[in-house]
């Protein structure tokens, strides 16, 4: 069982940074930030390998967003710098506990945060 909690969200001007966060609760395979804009379907934005560490981003958002984890603290982050208004949507935190052999589509995670707004103004 895992429960997950972000923050962080906020509104921006274009350019501008934000730092998302998860508190999460038991253990975790895999974790990673999804995001959903109005009318459009829910993507993924990064992803991190709890064992290994591994990361990897959309191209949307490579060069410009950094996932990572605090293992002590239990909680996951995602730094988001350069901000675009095509950024805007609704960001989840999601984990899986078992053992898949990807992480990479939202029907391979078990567990949702309630998602946190980020607004970025041109």
């Known amino acids: 069982q895992v429960q997950l909690v972000e923050s962080g969200g906020g509104s921006v001007q274009a350019g501008g940074s934000l730092r998302l966060s998860c508190a999460a609760s038991g253990y975790t395979y895999c974790m990673g930030w999804f995001r959903q804009a109005p009318g459009k379907e829910r993507e993924g934005v990064a992803r991190?390998?709890?064992?290994?560490?591994?990361?990897y981003y959309a191209d949307s958002v490579e060069g410009r967003f950094t996932i990572s984890r605090d293992k002590a603290k239990n909680t996951l982050y995602l730094q988001m710098d350069s901000l675009k208004p095509e950024d805007t949507a609704m960001y989840y935190c999601?984990?899986?506990?078992?053992?898949?052999?990807?992480?990479?589509?939202?029907?391979?995670?078990?567990?949702w945060g309630q998602g946190t707004q980020v607004t970025v103004s041109s």
């Open positions: 991190i390998y709890s064992g290994s560490g591994s990361t």
């Open positions: 999601t984990a899986r506990s078992a053992y898949a052999p990807s992480c990479r589509v939202p029907s391979d995670y078990a567990y």
